[in-house]
């Protein structure tokens, strides 16, 4: 995890890859750090609204999501222009 430099706010992060392409990898730990913000429970679950972008549809990531209280609701693909 690497801090945002660019005049972002503090708390912000970026998750950098060699492709410059979001990854399962790098959109967990995207996901965790959204958890530590939103903090969800079971009397307080958060919805994340996203794309159809599959590193969104992982099982780790659909795992911690479950276990954290995260609703995730995906777009399908290429459709977001649209909606």
Known sequence: MTACDDGAPTESV???????????????KWLQHFVSF????????????????????ELDVVTYARENHVHMLSFPPHTNHKL
């Open 38 to 57: 939103t903090k969800p429970s079971s009397t307080d679950k958060v919805l994340l609204i996203s794309d159809g972008h599959s590193s969104r549809k």
């Open 14 to 28: 970026g998750f950098p890859t060699p492709s410059g392409w979001m990854t399962n990898e790098t959109f967990l």
